[in-house]
C-alpha cells in the first residue's frame, strides 16, 4: 500500500512570498487532516476535512493560509503570505474511521522556512 | 496542545534501562494514540487504547490507559539506539476524529 505523499519536502522563501503544498493520501481515506509543527512542538491541527468538505479549520489563519481538497482525493494548503512564524513542517495525514478507531497514516511532510 | 500534557520533555537513557512517558488530557479520552516521529520524518502510529486499564504490548513497547485519571503511560523496557526519537501521545478529545497531540517527548538512548 501506497503511503501519504507530500511536496515538496523542502522549500525556502522569503516573507510575504507565498507558497503551496500538495498532499495525496492514501486511497480510500475520506478523512484529511493538516498539521503544523514547529520545531520542538507537537503537531498543531490547521485543518480536517471529510472527503472533499471541511469538518474543522478553526486553527487555521484564514488571513493568509487556505486548503481545499478537490474531488476527495489530493489536497492543496496555500499560505499567502508568509511570515517568519510560519517556519514549521507541514504534515499531511489521512485515515479511516473504523471501529471507533481513528489511526492516522502521516507523510513526511514539508518543511518551509521563511526568511 | 495543552489539553494533553506530556511528561517528560526530554528524556536521556543509557541503553538497556527501563524508561515511562506519560501523558494526562484535561478532558474526557475517547481514544488515546501513541506515535513515534525519528527527526525529519512523519509519525509512525504505534498503539491506540481505547478502554480504561486496557494495555498493549509491542515488542519492548508497553502502553496503558487509565480512564478515571485520564492518563496514559508509555513504557520502555531495555531501551535500545533504535528506540530514539520523539514520542506523541494523541487523542480524539471531542469526538468527530478531531485527533490533537502533546508536545512530545525526545528520547535520547546512549550506547
Known amino acids: 500500500e501506497a503511503g501519504v505523499a507530500q511536496s515538496p519536502r523542502y522549500k525556502i522563501i522569503e516573507k510575504r512570498q507565498s507558497v503551496a503544498f500538495w498532499c495525496n493520501p492514501i486511497?480510500?481515506?475520506?478523512?484529511l487532516y493538516w498539521y503544523q509543527q514547529i520545531l520542538g512542538q507537537g503537531p498543531k491541527l490547521l485543518i480536517q476535512?471529510?472527503?472533499?468538505?471541511?469538518?474543522?479549520d478553526s486553527q487555521l489563519p484564514k488571513d493568509r493560509f487556505s486548503a481545499e481538497r478537490l474531488k476527495g482525493v489530493d489536497s492543496t494548503l496555500k499560505i499567502q503570505p508568509a511570515k517568519l512564524e510560519d517556519s514549521a513542517v507541514y504534515l499531511c495525514?489521512?485515515?479511516?474511521?473504523?471501529?471507533?478507531?481513528?489511526?492516522?497514516?502521516f507523510g513526511a511532510g514539508s518543511r518551509l522556512t521563511v526568511l | 496542545s495543552q489539553e494533553l500534557e506530556q511528561s517528560p520533555q526530554s528524556l536521556i537513557v543509557q541503553e538497556g534501562k527501563n524508561l515511562t512517558i506519560n501523558c494526562t488530557s484535561s478532558?474526557?479520552?475517547?481514544?488515546l494514540y501513541w506515535y513515534k516521529q525519528k527527526y525529519g520524518e512523519g509519525l509512525i502510529f504505534l498503539m491506540m487504547?481505547?478502554?480504561?486499564?486496557e494495555e498493549k504490548s509491542h515488542e519492548k513497547i508497553t502502553a496503558k490507559l487509565d480512564e478515571k485519571k485520564q492518563q496514559s503511560s508509555l513504557h520502555i523496557t531495555a531501551s535500545q539506539p533504535s528506540h530514539a526519537g520523539i514520542y506523541l501521545c494523541?487523542?480524539?478529545?471531542?469526538?468527530?476524529?478531531?485527533?490533537?497531540f502533546g508536545a512530545g517527548t525526545r528520547l535520547f538512548v546512549k550506547a
Open positions: 495525514a489521512s485515515s479511516s474511521v473504523g471501529g471507533g478507531a481513528n489511526v492516522l497514516t
Open positions: 487504547l481505547q478502554k480504561g486499564g
Open positions: 486511497s480510500g481515506h475520506a478523512t
Open positions: 478532558k474526557t479520552l475517547y481514544g
Open positions: 494523541g487523542a480524539d478529545l471531542g469526538g468527530g476524529f478531531k485527533t490533537i
Open positions: 476535512f471529510q472527503n472533499n468538505g471541511v469538518v474543522d
